[in-house]
Every structure is written in structure tokens, then in C-alpha cells.
């Protein structure tokens, strides 16, 4: 019997990680809000990889985190190792990836739901959506219960039109053996919603007590952590070791011997898989020179025995997954706990989407995460905070929050994905964005806390202490510009043993720390007046100090891009009457309708000079 339920302002479909942020962004800033999951024990899932961040991805968090998110609080809450990868490289690639205990990570998140007020959370599967002549939207449970809501987020992951394949099977289903969502498709191809087949996969869990761990390389955590959220004051401990192994010529074999039995080759996968996280018979495919590859063994959580292999993604037949898996050495006699799968489901073109990412043509109604064409955790959280936050003003009539790709890494993903749209899921890294050396993960904070507050996510006691923070980054900062060094044995001693050029007077302390070869801690027996502050404050000033020059280029060219995103394009204009635009040009700028010249800009098919045309068209117009 089917019944009205309640009206809320905001309402989100999914509590994935994306559905997550989303839900407790909009509550956190005053609105009523209900988060909608098919299974409330699913909350905050990791269906895939059990583990938050890695390259780029870390950077993802700790903006997460800067803003206000919950990611990072979480991770830390959970982890049982952290490493900080590409350390022998620059500081703009240093990215933190921390083993997470999947299942208290999803209690951890679910908890977070459950206690943060504004916030209703329900066990329901949406069947239908529709919006009415007002503009309110109407949400049907599988109940037939009704809910409305002012503005709806779509956070659907891979559910949405799920169906696993493992060799000759397949069968609609959900990530980890849940159910699909298989009528809200229906209910989204009736608002005319863009969508299109996507494929992800996940490797086999094993049991610890069938490898010989005695045969593989350790992969133990960092000594010294760090968290990713600015608000940890304790650095997580390492609790639990991981594993490489390697596979060989044998594993090779047996993959070309049954690669007819893959669906990824035999046709019946159509959906396009992540480019840079293909299966692992897929690698052999396109790699066929490659002798080796390796796997990492990762713990699950720390209260149970299952394992992760982190790079042996398959859809092959169950046997055929257990044979190559015994092919290696330390897995010879491996049990399979969880067979892995590939899934396909259903996402959208994020070209239909705006940079708040509205869209275009359905106002109120939002995307966020995997259903926007991305893949990964990180990527969808960070979605999900913004649709989240850009849900919540526009119920309050506030405009939206639009963070640019000199902002942040969560700029440069939603820019990507709304203007150059994606093939295949969409992967973070740190090469897609033409600002890294400004937007590292270590200062994600200064570029990003006042914007958080400004937007009311940020609280009184965390926003004290980053601009306790900030002022004494700018004062250390005065201050190796004021001390002098005097020149000594000692001073010269070090200068030769570290091979750079020695001194004929003394020198600014500012001078000695842009040397590549020196830095803060070598220098301490000649710094008797440095204050005790914590060692991120003085990790900002001596990365601002060695790259000083490049810092400047960048901001620089910053200055340029934001000329060009100042000049806003109206909503209204026909680019079919713009003479001088070439005509894929306008077929482009026609179907994504971008908001300013920059974003323009970007679009695959627009020429440096069809903007040259558009700016004088804007020019007589007086825009």
C-alpha cells in the first residue's frame, strides 16, 4: 500500500563513500536530510581495496578533510598501516595510502550517519524518481513508500544496474553479493539522463593460513606516520605488515590457455573497464613481453584471516582463478575465501552535469561518485562532499560552491569529468593537474580550510588551530629571512660534506635552506634561536623556500587561467549565431554549456581560436 513517508530538503540515494559525505555535508549545514542504503551493514563499504588514499588519492583526502569531510577522521580511526609513497621524489607527489580495517571503517561510518542530527538514515531501495511541476522531487521506495525532497544527490556506485561476471556466469547483482538497484535505471533513462555501461572489478580473498608468507617480500609501514586528517593529534599506529609477491612464465600460461573463458574477451562484458586498474588477464594481454607481476598481499582487518590481493583483478571462471593463483610462489596451496568478479553497472555522462555538479537540465538533482563515471573511493567522496554541500545551498537559495583546478585536486577531478567527460572510469593522478606543486597534499589545509568555513563545515576549534598554524608558518618565515648564519669551521665542514658550493661570509638562514642539499635538520646546531613549533610548520616554510621559483611560475599562470574563468558566458546564448566558430566547436559548447571562457577552454574540440572568437563576441556583447 503505498503511503507519503516524509518531506526532507535534501535527500541522498546511496551510502557508499560518496552517498556518505554527501549526507553528512548537508546535514552539518542545517538541512534535513535522509541518506538512503539497501543495506544498512554496507554502510561505508570497500567492496574493492581495503585501504584510503595512495597516489593523488591522499592528496583527495586530506581536501576532504581540509573542507570539513569525514574521510580522512575515519581513515585514521581505522587504519592498521600507513605509508607516505613517492618519497624519494618532489613533495608535490608525496601521497599517504593507509591499510584500512574495512569493517570497522563501515562501523565507524554508519555510526557517523546515525549520530549526526539533521540526519535520517533508512534501509530502502529507490524504485522510482520523478520531479512534479513546483519542482519538489518524489522519491518511491520498493515499499511504496514516498518521500520528497527539494534537491537529490545520486551516489549509486556500482549498483545501479549491477551485474557480476565470472566466467561463463553472470547475474544482476551488487558489489560483495548485494542486492542491485535495477528499477531506479528505468526511472533515470524517464528523465532522460544520459547513461552508459561502465565495468569495474575486485580480486579473490584468501585465507591467511594458506600462505607461505616466509617465501615473500614484507612491506612493513612508515616508522614515523602521519594522518590524514589535520584534526589527528596522535599519529596512527602500524599494527599489521603487507606482502609482495611475483607471478611467472606458469601463471602466463595458464591465463592464455583459458582466456576464451574470460567474458572480458568472449564478448559478454560490454561495459568499458579503468584504463589504469585493468584485470589481471587483461595485463597479460596487453603486456604479453612482461615475465613478472607483482601482487600485494593486504589484510582485510585485524579480526579477521581474510586477505586482499591488490592487483589480481579477474573475471575468469572460479577454477581457472584458483589454478593461476597456485602458480605462484607462497600461494601454491592457496584457499579462496571470496572468488573475484567483474561488475558491470550503470553511470552517466558527466557531461550532462554542471561544475556543482547539478545537472544540466534537471534542477535539484545531483550526481556524485562512481555514477558520475569515476572510479575509486577517494574520488567519490570527495564528490560527494561537494554535491553534498552545492545540495544543501541550493535548497537554502545560496549558490553553489565551485572550487577551480588552481583550488585543488577536487577541482581538477570535477573540472575533468564535467568538461572533458570520460571514456572509461575516471582515475585521479597526480599528472592531470598542471598546478601540482601547488596543490600538495601537505598544505591542503591553507588552500582549503577558509574556504571550508566560509561555507560552514569548518568548526571555532578547528579553524583556531589552522590559524595558529598559518601565522606561525609566517612567522618562521620572517624569521630565516632575518637570521644571519656566520661563517665557521663547522659550517664549512657541512657545506663540503653535503657538496654544495661553500661560503666566503656568512648568509641569511632563508639562503642555506633553498639548497637541495640542506634543511632544517642538518642546519639545527647553527639555528640556536629556533622557536619549538611542529615540525608541518617548518616542513611548509623549507618547501616554499626550495621552490620558490617554480611556485612563482605556477601562480603566475594561475593568474592567467582565472582572467579567463572570470568571464562569465549567459546561460542563454546560442552559439549557432556566433560567426566564426567552427562547427564542432559549437556542437561542443552547445551540448556542455560551460560557464565561463576558461572552462571553454578546456573542452576536447575547442581551438584557441574559436575562444578568440567567443572573447570579441563577449566583448560586443558587452559581457
Given at each position: 500500500?503505498?503511503y507519503?513517508a516524509?518531506?526532507?530538503?535534501?535527500?541522498?540515494?546511496?551510502?557508499?563513500h560518496?552517498?556518505?559525505?554527501?549526507g553528512?555535508?548537508?546535514?552539518?549545514?542545517g538541512?534535513?536530510?535522509?541518506?538512503?542504503?539497501?543495506?544498512?551493514?554496507?554502510?561505508?563499504?570497500?567492496?574493492?581495496?581495503?585501504?584510503?588514499?595512495?597516489?593523488?588519492?591522499?592528496?583527495?583526502v586530506?581536501?576532504?578533510?581540509a573542507?570539513?569531510?569525514?574521510?580522512?577522521?575515519?581513515?585514521?580511526?581505522?587504519?592498521?598501516?600507513?605509508?607516505?609513497?613517492?618519497?624519494?621524489?618532489?613533495?608535490?607527489v608525496?601521497?599517504?595510502?593507509?591499510?584500512?580495517?574495512?569493517?570497522?571503517?563501515?562501523?565507524y561510518?554508519k555510526?557517523?550517519?546515525?549520530?549526526?542530527?539533521?540526519?535520517?538514515?533508512?534501509?530502502?531501495?529507490?524504485?522510482?524518481?520523478?520531479r512534479?511541476?513546483?519542482?519538489l522531487?518524489?522519491l518511491?521506495t520498493?515499499?511504496e513508500?514516498e518521500y520528497t525532497?527539494?534537491?537529490v544527490?545520486?551516489?549509486?556506485?556500482?549498483?545501479?544496474?549491477?551485474r557480476v561476471?565470472?566466467?561463463?556466469?553472470?547475474?544482476e547483482?551488487?558489489?560483495d553479493?548485494?542486492f542491485?538497484?535495477?528499477?531506479?535505471?528505468?526511472?533515470l533513462?524517464?528523465?532522460?539522463?544520459?547513461?552508459?555501461r561502465?565495468?569495474?572489478?575486485?580480486?579473490?580473498?584468501?585465507?591467511?593460513?594458506?600462505?607461505?608468507?616466509?617465501?615473500?617480500?614484507?612491506q612493513?609501514?612508515?616508522?614515523?606516520?602521519?594522518?590524514?586528517?589535520f584534526?589527528?593529534?596522535?599519529?596512527?599506529?602500524?599494527?599489521a605488515?603487507?606482502?609482495?609477491?611475483?607471478?611467472?612464465?606458469?601463471?602466463?600460461?595458464?591465463?592464455?590457455?583459458n582466456?576464451?573463458?574470460?567474458?572480458?574477451?568472449?564478448?559478454k562484458?560490454?561495459?568499458?573497464g579503468?584504463?589504469?586498474?585493468?584485470?589481471?588477464?587483461?595485463?597479460?594481454?596487453r603486456?604479453?613481453?612482461?615475465?613478472r607481476?607483482?601482487?600485494?598481499?593486504?589484510?582485510?582487518?585485524?579480526?579477521?584471516e581474510?586477505?586482499?590481493?591488490?592487483?589480481?583483478?579477474?573475471?575468469?571462471?572460479?577454477?581457472?582463478?584458483?589454478?593461476?593463483?597456485?602458480?605462484i610462489?607462497g600461494?601454491?596451496?592457496?584457499?579462496?575465501?571470496?572468488?573475484?568478479?567483474?561488475?558491470?553497472?550503470?553511470c552517466?555522462?558527466?557531461?550532462?552535469l554542471?561544475?556543482?555538479?547539478?545537472?544540466?537540465d534537471?534542477?535539484?538533482?545531483?550526481?556524485?561518485?562512481?555514477?558520475?563515471g569515476?572510479?575509486?573511493?577517494?574520488?567519490?567522496?570527495?564528490?560527494?562532499?561537494?554535491?553534498?554541500?552545492?545540495?544543501?545551498?541550493r535548497?537554502?537559495?545560496?549558490?553553489?560552491?565551485?572550487?577551480?583546478?588552481?583550488?585543488?585536486?577536487?577541482?581538477?577531478?570535477?573540472?575533468?569529468?564535467?568538461?572533458?567527460?570520460?571514456?572509461?572510469?575516471y582515475?585521479?593522478?597526480?599528472?592531470?593537474?598542471?598546478?601540482?606543486?601547488?596543490?600538495?597534499?601537505?598544505?591542503?589545509?591553507?588552500?582549503?580550510?577558509?574556504i571550508?568555513?566560509?561555507?560552514?563545515?569548518?568548526?571555532?576549534?578547528?579553524?583556531a588551530?589552522?590559524?595558529?598554524?598559518?601565522?606561525?608558518i609566517?612567522?618562521?618565515?620572517?624569521?630565516?629571512?632575518?637570521?644571519?648564519?656566520?661563517?665557521?669551521?663547522?659550517?664549512?665542514a657541512l657545506?663540503?660534506?653535503?657538496?654544495?658550493?661553500?661560503?666566503?661570509?656568512?648568509?641569511?638562514?632563508?639562503?642555506?635552506?633553498?639548497?637541495?642539499?640542506?634543511?632544517?635538520e642538518?642546519?639545527?646546531p647553527?639555528?640556536?634561536?629556533?622557536?619549538?613549533?611542529?615540525?608541518?610548520?617548518?616542513?611548509?616554510v623549507?618547501?616554499?623556500?626550495k621552490?620558490?621559483g617554480?611556485?612563482?611560475?605556477q601562480?603566475?599562470?594561475?593568474?592567467?587561467?582565472?582572467?579567463?574563468?572570470s568571464?562569465?558566458?549567459?546561460?542563454?546564448?546560442c552559439?549557432?549565431?556566433?560567426?566564426?566558430l567552427?562547427?564542432?566547436?559549437?556542437?561542443?559548447l552547445?551540448?556542455?554549456?560551460?560557464?565561463?571562457?576558461?572552462?571553454?577552454?578546456?573542452?576536447?574540440?575547442?581551438?584557441?581560436?574559436?575562444?578568440?572568437?567567443?572573447l570579441?563576441?563577449?566583448?560586443?556583447?558587452g559581457v
Open positions: 500500500m503505498q507519503f516524509k518531506q526532507y530538503e535534501v535527500a541522498v540515494i546511496g551510502a557508499g560518496a552517498g556518505i559525505e554527501a553528512l555535508a548537508s546535514a552539518r549545514l538541512c534535513s536530510t535522509i541518506v538512503f542504503t539497501i543495506n544498512l551493514d554496507w554502510i561505508g563499504n570497500m567492496p574493492c581495496n581495503p585501504s584510503i588514499g595512495g597516489t593523488s588519492k591522499g592528496h583527495l586530506r581536501e576532504i578533510d573542507l570539513g569531510g569525514e574521510m580522512g577522521k575515519a581513515a585514521d580511526k581505522t587504519e592498521i598501516q600507513s605509508r607516505m609513497l613517492n618519497r624519494g621524489k618532489g613533495p608535490a608525496h601521497s599517504l595510502r593507509a591499510q584500512i580495517d574495512r569493517r570497522e571503517y563501515s562501523k561510518m555510526h557517523a550517519l546515525e549520530k549526526q542530527e539533521n540526519l535520517d538514515v533508512k534501509q530502502a531501495e529507490i524504485m522510482d524518481l520523478t512534479d511541476d513546483q519542482g522531487w518524489h518511491t520498493r515499499l513508500a525532497a527539494k534537491c544527490v545520486l551516489a549509486t556506485g556500482t549498483f545501479l544496474g549491477g561476471y565470472i566466467g561463463d556466469v553472470s547475474y547483482s551488487g558489489p553479493g548485494m542491485p538497484a535495477t528499477a531506479l535505471s528505468a526511472a533513462y524517464k528523465l532522460q539522463i544520459p547513461l552508459r561502465f565495468k569495474t572489478g575486485t580480486p579473490a580473498r584468501v585465507n591467511r593460513r594458506s600462505i607461505d608468507f616466509s617465501v615473500l617480500e614484507v612493513k609501514g612508515d616508522e614515523a606516520t602521519v594522518p590524514f586528517s584534526d589527528t593529534e596522535t599519529p596512527p599506529e602500524n599494527k605488515d603487507c606482502y609482495i609477491a611475483y607471478t611467472n612464465e606458469e601463471t602466463k600460461r595458464v591465463i592464455l590457455e582466456i576464451h573463458t574470460s567474458p572480458l574477451y568472449s564478448g562484458i560490454h561495459g568499458v579503468p584504463r589504469y586498474c585493468p584485470s589481471f588477464e587483461d595485463k597479460i594481454m603486456f604479453p613481453d612482461k615475465q607481476h607483482q601482487l600485494f598481499v593486504e589484510p582485510c582487518g585485524l579480526d579477521t581474510e586477505l586482499y590481493l591488490q592487483g589480481m583483478s579477474s573475471s575468469l571462471p572460479e577454477a581457472v582463478q584458483l589454478k593461476f593463483l597456485r602458480t610462489k600461494l601454491e596451496h592457496v584457499e579462496v575465501m571470496r572468488t573475484a568478479y567483474a561488475i558491470e553497472y550503470d552517466v555522462d558527466p557531461l550532462a554542471k561544475p556543482s555538479l547539478e545537472f544540466l534537471l534542477p535539484g538533482l545531483f550526481g556524485a561518485g562512481q555514477f558520475n569515476s572510479s575509486g573511493y577517494e574520488e567519490a567522496a570527495a564528490q560527494g562532499l561537494i554535491a553534498g554541500i552545492n545540495a544543501a545551498r535548497a537554502q537559495g545560496k549558490d553553489p560552491l565551485l572550487l577551480d583546478r588552481a583550488s585543488s585536486y577536487i577541482g581538477t577531478l570535477i573540472d575533468d569529468l564535467v568538461t572533458k567527460g570520460c571514456s572509461d572510469p582515475r585521479m593522478m597526480t599528472s592531470r593537474s598542471e598546478y601540482r606543486l601547488l596543490l600538495r597534499q601537505d598544505n591542503a589545509d591553507l588552500r582549503l580550510t577558509d571550508g568555513r566560509e561555507v560552514g563545515l569548518v568548526g571555532d576549534e578547528k579553524y588551530r589552522f590559524v595558529k598554524k598559518r601565522e606561525q609566517e612567522a618562521e618565515r620572517r624569521r630565516v629571512q632575518a637570521t644571519s648564519v656566520p661563517l665557521s669551521d663547522e659550517l664549512h657545506l663540503v660534506s653535503r657538496e654544495t658550493s661553500p661560503l666566503k661570509s656568512g648568509v641569511k638562514l632563508e639562503e642555506l635552506l633553498k639548497r637541495p642539499q640542506l634543511d632544517y642538518c642546519l639545527a647553527f639555528d640556536p634561536t629556533r622557536p619549538d613549533y611542529p615540525p608541518e610548520v617548518f616542513e611548509q623549507e618547501i616554499e623556500l621552490y620558490e617554480y611556485i612563482k611560475r601562480q603566475a599562470q594561475i593568474r592567467e587561467m582565472r582572467r579567463l574563468e568571464k562569465q558566458i549567459p546561460e542563454d546564448i552559439y549557432d549565431t556566433i560567426d566564426g567552427r562547427l564542432e566547436a559549437r556542437e561542443k552547445g551540448k556542455i554549456r560551460p560557464q565561463n571562457v576558461g572552462q571553454a577552454s578546456r573542452i576536447s574540440g575547442v581551438s584557441p581560436a574559436d575562444i578568440s572568437v567567443l570579441i563576441y563577449l566583448a560586443k556583447e
